[in-house]
């Protein structure tokens, strides 16, 4: 059966293509949810694409992939520096856990150089726009070959 990855992408990414296009790019979420899907048919994985506002949505859907899902690829977005509620929903699950930023985080306000989530991440990209999303495809695809 082909393993499931859950891509989910925190507040203001529905707005990609026109927010702050200097520091997000141009592409939308639906260019952006394209080039995954195209990754993963490349890798031999399925993604299940989603964008939510609201934390407690967030929250629910990482506890929908624990048992579903074979990773998980996070952007959460302003919720990366504020939620220690997605950070421990994403201690519990026992799959790995990819962070992206489309930014680099770390070249940036400084509020944005912390990062609950990253606590429960196996790794961490930014700065990198719509091709930290395809590493960390890559990347999960290969920690799940190491576990077979
Ligand atoms: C972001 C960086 C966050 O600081 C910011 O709040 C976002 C997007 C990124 O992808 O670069 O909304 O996660």
Redesign the pocket.
Known sequence: MTSIITILN????NLLGTREPE??GTGTLDDLETLCAETAEGLGLAIDFRQSNTEGELISWVHEARTRSAGIII????Y??TSVALMDALLAVDIPVME????N?HK?ESF?HHSYVSRAAQGVI?GLGFAGYRLALIALSDILEEDL
């Open positions: 925190g507040p203001n990414l520091t997000y952007n959460p977005a302003g990366s520096h992206v930023h489309l930014s985080i940036r944005r930014c």
